[in-house]
Antibody
Framework: EVQLLQSGGGLVQPGGSLRLSCEASGFTFSSYAMGWVRQAPGKGLEWVSSLSGSGGSTYYADSVKGRFTISRDNSKNTLYLQMNSLRAEDTAVYYC???????????WGQGTLVTVSS | EIVMTQSPATLSASPGERATLSCRASQSISSNLAWYQQKPGQAPRLLIYGASTRATGIPARFSGSGSGTEFTLTISSLQSEDFAVYYCQHYNIWPLTFGGGTKVEIK
């Protein structure tokens, strides 16, 4: 059974940093692309970033490019999202997801809330 | 960036009724479209990929159709557990984008 267990998140001041983690199990982690999607309170879904199984290819939404870094540690079956220079508009529930062949998200984590506020 | 537009924003229907949700892409995306269901407080769940292929474990009452720029998700007979928000997402090119969602509510 595929499971994605997220950790990290919380309250951070504008301009601050936070790292999200997503530990995977139930599949061969290194064989699949992974990604992050966020959802602002009461709003729809927004794709944030994706990376390949090896970690060698990464893609970012323009809204986070240059501030967020996606990475993975295949020895730990864990995906990360390093978020720097956080803004109020980054406040959202962040979901990690397993990506089927650079396409859709076939499995999702439980989500973690990031609140950027002073 | 490809803009995904969903309609209607809210669909009111009764259990047992047929529901038809639409998703339009601002340019052709072939069949590179997925549909998700999201219930309050939960993560999204994949329903359909490739515009018309049901994901594992998805009931047959859910069906997807369309290609190019016009897509439809049909729920043939609404069950109580189907009242939720539905999102479409294209994966034709970067960046990936989602539609704004359609809320299916009980009439």
């Amino acid at each position: 059974e595929v499971q994605l267990l997220q950790s990290g998140g919380g309250l951070v001041q504008p301009g601050g940093s936070l790292r999200l983690s997503c530990e995977a199990s139930g599949f061969t982690f290194s064989s699949y692309a992974m990604g992050w999607v966020r959802q602002a309170p009461g709003k729809g879904l927004e794709w944030v970033s994706s990376l390949s199984g090896s970690g060698g290819s990464t893609y970012y939404a323009d809204s986070v490019k240059g501030r967020f870094t996606i990475s993975r540690d295949n020895s730990k079956n864990t995906l990360y999202l390093q978020m720097n220079s956080l803004r109020a508009e980054d406040t959202a529930v962040y979901y990690c997801g397993k990506v089927a062949q650079w396409t859709y998200f076939d499995y999702w984590g439980q989500g973690t809330l990031v609140t950027v506020s002073s | 960036e490809i803009v995904m537009t969903q309609s209607p924003a809210t669909l009111s229907a009764s259990p047992g009724e047929r529901a038809t949700l639409s998703c339009r892409a601002s340019q052709s995306i072939s069949s590179n479209l997925a549909w998700y269901q999201q219930k309050p407080g939960q993560a999204p769940r994949l329903l359909i990929y490739g515009a018309s292929t049901r994901a594992t474990g998805i009931p047959a009452r859910f069906s997807g159709s369309g290609s190019g720029t016009e897509f439809t998700l049909t729920i043939s007979s609404l069950q109580s557990e189907d009242f939720a928000v539905y999102y479409c997402q294209h994966y034709n090119i970067w960046p990936l984008t989602f539609g704004g969602g359609t809320k299916v509510e009980i009439k």
